[in-house]
């Protein structure tokens, strides 16, 4: 039976890792599982890769240094708000995941895990949610970290239902939701390993998660409408990975090095959520 409220582990204890590319898709896709897990106590940790410094196309009043760090403070305010006070950065230089070197990103993603020792890991399936690059890219580290590192957690990425497709098809491809080439995930609802509906107080405290991303998020808000946009992103749905880091359910859609990042210690369109 899937759980309606996918708190991680038993009541009072579990540790929950999050590892997202760019600022704000931590919210659109777990702020729910973040507040409800912190909510029962437990600790939650969150890595971003990049500060998402491409994510305009006013680069003339948003050049990239000017955005990343409106978009720290953006992402410090979004998980302050559901109870999240760990965070790291990985510090990638946004759009450059793909061409980096994958083994040094995947030793510190898994120094990472080793360090928190998280019950759960929650990531992009390997379609990269959107489709986009910086996406696909970390989920393929967080599986090779996953899969090679010592500590038993599970792995969860981040999926849709056919329910979810089914009711925001239409204005998904609109606001030109897909990046070109990509798979769209979708898993039933029986193959899930966690379902979880916002509504009420989480509810509200989810789309002040997003609006806190407010350089990405209010002029989507704006286009779609405030009542619509509440709900596009109400539920959050995962699946299961195994240890060769492919999705348990069948049902599931399936360089150089940079010179920064890869240090633990250490767009395409404006409106597409989550990317960039």
């Not at 849709?160 to 995930?185: C, I, K, M, S, Y």
């Amino acid at each position: 039976m899937t759980p309606d409220l996918p708190a991680p582990g038993g009541p009072g204890h579990g540790t929950l890792l999050g590892v997202w590319a760019h600022p704000d898709d931590e919210a659109y896709l777990s702020a729910g599982l973040m507040a409800t897990a912190r909510r029962a106590g437990r600790r939650v940790v969150v890595v971003t890769a990049t500060r998402g410094e491409q994510g305009t196309t006013d680069r003339e009043d948003w050049p990239p240094a000017r955005l990343a760090a409106l978009r720290e403070r953006e992402l410090a305010e979004s998980l302050h708000l559901v109870g999240v006070e760990e965070h790291v950065w990985l510090g990638y230089d946004d759009g450059s995941l793909a061409r980096a070197d994958a083994r040094l990103a995947v030793a510190s993603l898994r120094r990472i895990i080793e360090d928190v020792a998280p019950e759960t890991v929650v990531t992009f399936g390997p379609d990269g949610m959107t489709g986009h690059d910086d996406h696909r890219t970390v989920s393929s580290w967080v599986t090779e970290a996953w899969r090679s590192s010592a500590h038993p957690a599970d792995l969860w990425y981040a999926t849709l239902t056919p329910e979810f497709h089914l009711e925001w098809g239409p204005l998904n491809e609109r606001v030109g939701l897909w990046f070109d080439g990509a798979q769209p995930p979708v898993t039933p609802r029986q193959d899930l390993a966690a379902h979880l509906v916002c509504r009420g107080d989480l509810l509200d405290l989810k789309l002040a998660a997003l609006r806190a991303h407010g350089s990405q998020t209010e002029a989507l808000e704006r286009l779609v409408g405030a009542e619509t946009y509440r709900a596009w992103w109400s539920t959050e749905s995962f699946v299961a990975a195994d240890r060769t880091g492919r999705s348990v359910s069948p049902s599931s859609a399936t360089g150089a090095p940079d010179r920064r990042g890869a240090s633990y210690d250490g767009r395409r369109a404006r409106l597409r959520p989550g990317c960039g």
